[in-house]
């Protein structure tokens, strides 16, 4: 198995579901694309993950990539650390206002993966259950867009 995807495919298994059957071999996979499509994916951290698990197995990694990704997650993590806080105020906010909001997609769904802070996300997408434009005023109101 040497396509990039084929690979990407096997690790993110692996870190999903801790299935390390697919057969692996180290010499001739193109790391550097292998890291590249999985960056432009969003799965860098679930990647590093079904890679240790791989690595676990006996499957001889370069340790440059593996520092490299390492490197990732952490900024990963940071990322989502920041992104639970600024969650954490905007519910106490609306919670002050009487709104009710929910968490919604990327981040709400994070708790579903075996490692939370590795579920990528870009924005924080938010419900409040039909009270959006009042939302959007009190919080305009605030600076936020």
């Avoid at 298994?13 to 499509?37: F, K, N």
């Avoid at 432009?40 to 370069?62: H, N, S």
């Amino acid at each position: 198995m040497h396509h990039n995807q084929d690979i990407i495919i096997a690790f993110l298994r692996a870190a999903l579901s801790a299935d390390t059957s697919a057969r692996i071999e180290a010499d001739g996979v193109d790391w550097a694309g292998v890291c590249a499509l999985a960056s432009r994916e969003g799965v860098l951290p679930l990647l590093y993950d079904g890679m240790m698990a791989f690595a676990e197995k006996g499957l001889p990694l370069p340790i440059e990539v593996k520092m490299e990704l390492w490197g990732n997650v952490k900024i990963a993590e940071q990322r989502f650390l920041q992104q639970r806080e600024a969650i954490a105020q905007l519910a106490s906010f609306c919670k002050r206002h009487g709104i009710r909001m929910m968490v919604l997609k990327g981040f709400g769904l994070s708790p579903l993966y075996p490692v939370p802070e590795h579920r990528a996300c870009g924005d924080i997408d938010t419900w409040f259950f039909g009270e959006q434009e009042k939302a959007d005023r009190l919080l305009e109101g605030q600076g936020i867009e």
